[in-house]
């Protein structure tokens, strides 16, 4: 049986393959690669492809998983913390491009009805190269990550007020007032619908299904779950990806978000991929190589234009310069909306032939840059804050500049914390525990008016510019730690921190062993990688269950820290003391006799009274290796001795004192 699309998915995946790869090797973005299979295998290039149809539909299905697993990876109430920058800061970037593209396009000679729809589908940016890239970045929690997701989520919601529009400026005889008025009780019951669906509905029913134990089922349902939203929020009017980003949000409000995300991840990387090769394809070479110049004139304009554009809107909201920057150069692309967006236009002659092949090669071009450009954002951020202050101009915020007033003055001998996520949060805990005086250091305004409402030391700023490490007195500070997630902001901070101080101790926070050393030569006194310490963790649990000794576990683990976080470089002498799993289906703990107190040292067990006196019980002892598997009430304990005890943990840890 001969199936058609078989073979262009073949061909497709065929060249993916290869194009990756190549690209992986010189270390480019596999978005890139994806693009550029597009490019060549579609109609305009070696037309390899006959199923483009096809294609597009498996396209349309990546988009969904991948905005189904961005709303799973976040939250309702996370959702709320942005609602501000959703509504104003989309509002402004979607307002202030639609008013700066319709009057250029208008002064070039068009009419005002093709302006301002030109002017929408610039306004638009790719929710799916976005979010892919500043996912595979781990920057989804940064600032700047978080405003271009808020932004992307009012793109998409007004594309659908933008598609009702385009008949009426084409003269089309649409009652526009009632279709809006449908629109806000269809978004209104959508929102109803969402919240029920989170709160009371969907926690039940994945319940239900995990306690099957069955896999399959648990898929069946998350998948169905995707695709039910998202086609009731089409049949609504509404888009697909809004439903699958919807859908995801209603999921991850359950406890078993995690493992849909584990199970769709594998499938979202797949049809992502159909998306990205399908967007490709829509280039036509020949329009672009006798148009090159004009078109990349186009698309830094765009460039410049746009991100200009996004930063006003998110500096309005009062945050840092360079986060406003970083957002700006995140959304500069026009995404695949306007693609949509745009045949209804031709359909409506809003737009010429000629016209959507200028924006068609202009939007493909931006999106093949958007990697690279995200990828050198904190550069260029970085030089331009750094230029613009030897200009003399004041990069602070509202703020910024009043945080000042609720720093005491006389600070010093303190603690500095830059980054409140779950470890900064926890250090505060324990420093207000021990009546450490500190003062904390974040980004996220929403965070900070919360904490600071509840009397924490908190300001809002950004740690990589000098003024705000001079505001919390860190030439005063005894020592500061460094808890953010970003790596490059985190070396910027530590450059600066050594600049004005270069005897405070500093601890910094990273993910990987890879970039200790590099931390290390930039100044600070220790780094704790999360992924070293997850792997002390494993394998303390590990070895304390095969009954090693508590005082080895412990020599080991500082064997390890003390060797810069090498984790097993070198020979490490590892204990001797392993026994085999006879006795690991029992609550036994393994203990070794290191006081030379003659309270427990060379007197027989049964005057020890140990069952009485601490609630234990010697099962075996272990000396010199040898192991004495009969344990007699005469024999006697011995300095290095090491006991295996049955006993509450209570009373284990008490006799452990008593010996060690």
């Given at each position: 049986m001969h199936i058609p699309l078989l073979n262009d998915i073949l061909i497709l995946l065929g060249f993916s393959v290869v194009i990756v790869f190549v690209l992986q090797r010189l270390k480019l973005p596999s978005i890139i690669g994806f693009l550029l299979t597009g490019v060549i295998i579609g109609p305009y290039g070696l037309s390899l492809i006959k199923a483009v149809e096809e294609v597009e539909i498996l396209s349309e299905i990546g988009v969904i998983l991948l905005l189904f697993v961005i709303g799973m990876e976040l939250s309702i109430k996370q959702l709320v913390s942005i609602k501000k920058t959703v509504f104003i800061g989309g509002f402004l970037q979607v307002g202030i491009t639609v008013g700066v593209a319709s009057l250029v396009y208008n002064l070039l000679g068009n009419t005002w009805n093709e302006s301002v729809f030109?002017?929408?589908?610039?306004?638009l940016s790719s929710t799916a190269i976005v979010l892919k890239t500043l996912q595979d970045r781990q920057e989804l929690s940064e600032p700047h990550a978080r405003?271009?997701?808020?932004?992307?989520?009012?793109?998409d919601i007004i594309v659908v007020p933008m598609m009702l529009i385009t008949p009426m400026m084409a003269g089309e005889n649409n009652d526009l007032g009632m279709s809006i008025f449908k629109l806000v009780l269809k978004s209104a019951f959508v929102v109803m619908v969402t919240y029920i669906s989170a709160r009371y509905i969907v926690p039940k029913l994945m319940h239900a299904v995990a306690k099957t134990n069955s896999k399959e089922l648990f898929l069946l349902v998350t998948i169905t779950l995707c695709f039910a939203i998202a086609f009731f929020t089409s049949e609504l009017g509404l888009s697909l990806a809004l439903g699958a980003f919807i859908a995801g949000l209603i999921v991850s409000e359950s406890e078993y978000s995690h493992q849909a995300t584990s199970i769709i991840l594998p499938f979202r990387e797949l049809f992502t991929s159909f998306f990205f090769v399908s967007v490709g394809m829509l280039l036509d070479l020949n329009f672009?190589?006798?148009n090159v110049l004009i078109i990349l004139l186009i698309v830094v304009i765009v460039l410049i234009v746009k991100s200009l554009i996004t930063?006003?809107?998110?500096?309005?909201l009062k945050y840092p310069t360079k986060t406003a920057i970083l957002t700006g150069l995140s959304l500069f692309q026009v995404g695949e909306f306007a693609f949509i967006l745009s045949k209804i236009g031709i359909e409506y002659n809003l737009l010429t032939p000629e016209t959507n092949q200028y924006f068609l090669s202009v939007s493909i071009v931006s999106m093949i840059l958007t990697p690279f450009v995200i990828i050198f954002s904190e550069t260029i951020a970085g030089r331009f804050v750094g230029v613009s202050k030897k200009l003399g101009f004041n990069n602070k915020t509202d703020s910024d500049l009043n945080i000042g007033e609720t720093i005491d003055s006389g600070l010093e001998n303190h603690l500095v914390i830059i980054g409140y996520g779950i470890n900064g949060s926890n250090l505060a805990?324990?420093?207000?525990?021990s009546n450490i005086p500190f003062i904390v250091i974040e980004m996220n305004a929403e965070i900070v008016?919360?904490?600071?409402?509840k009397g924490l030391p908190i300001i809002f700023g950004d740690a990589t510019q000098d003024h705000i490490l001079e505001t919390v007195h860190l030439y005063r500070a005894r020592a500061a730690v460094i808890a953010i997630s970003g790596n490059h902001a985190t070396k910027t901070i530590l450059k600066n921190i050594r600049a004005i101080s270069d005897t405070l101790y500093l601890v910094v926070r990273t993910r990987y062993i890879a970039e200790t050393s590099e931390l290390l030569a930039l100044g600070a006194d220790d780094v704790i990688p999360e992924e070293f310490e997850t792997s002390i963790q494993i394998f303390e649990h590990i070895l304390h269950n095969f009954l090693v000794p508590e005082g080895d576990i412990e020599q080991f683990v500082e064997k390890v820290r003390s060797d810069n976080y090498q984790l097993f470089k070198g020979e490490l002498k590892r204990p001797k003391t392993y026994i085999k799993n006879e006795l690991a289906d029992f609550n036994i703990s393994c203990l070794r006799v290191r006081s030379d107190s003659n309270k427990f040292l060379g007197k027989p067990i049964r005057e020890l009274d140990l069952r009485a006196l601490y609630g234990i019980n010697i099962l075996s002892i272990k000396r010199k290796n040898v192991m004495l598997e009969s344990v007699q009430p005469d024999d006697v304990l011995k300095q290095g001795d090491v006991l295996y005890i049955l006993g509450e943990q209570s009373n284990v840890e008490r006799f452990q004192k008593l010996i060690k």
């Open positions: 030109v002017g929408f589908l610039f306004s405003n271009a997701l808020a932004i992307l989520i009012f793109q672009f190589i006798h930063a006003i809107a998110v500096a309005v805990k324990a420093a207000i525990a008016k919360q904490e600071k409402a």
